[in-house]
């Protein structure tokens, strides 16, 4: 099993900043990727950025310049979130890709992007 807890979020003016950190624990092996999701009301969850085990990196086109993705150690990555736009609003899960065992999610954390 896979533990996930995501933090970091919060209310924050349009065109601020906002770093997100998800710490895992548990069966922390074969993992394929790491990521984040986020999902605003009325809409499915979308993919925002992930990270493979070797380091690359994948952005949805409406983050790219703006988000970037970490990997801090094998329990830890971050998402730093520039120039936020209220389009950002959401709810933000982590997740990590298991080979054999799919995928584990975070319980999530609210970005709101508002003046």
């Known amino acids: 099993q896979v533990q996930l807890v995501e933090s970091g979020g919060g209310l924050v003016q349009p065109g601020g900043s906002l770093r997100l950190s998800c710490v895992g624990s548990?069966?922390?092996?074969?993992?394929?990727?790491r990521g984040w999701y986020r999902q605003a009301p009325g809409k499915q969850r979308e993919l925002v950025a992930t990270?493979?085990?070797?380091?690359?990196t994948n952005y949805a086109d409406s983050v790219k310049g703006r988000f970037t993705i970490s990997k801090e150690d094998n329990a830890m990555w971050l998402l730093q979130m520039n120039n936020l736009k209220p389009e950002d609003t959401a709810v933000y899960y982590c997740?990590?890709?298991?080979?054999?065992?799919?995928?584990?999610w975070g319980q999530g954390t609210q970005v709101t992007v508002s003046s």
């Open positions: 990270i493979s085990s070797g380091g690359n």
């Open positions: 548990g069966s922390l092996f074969n993992i394929i990727s």
């Open positions: 997740n990590v890709l298991k080979s054999g065992r799919g995928m584990y």
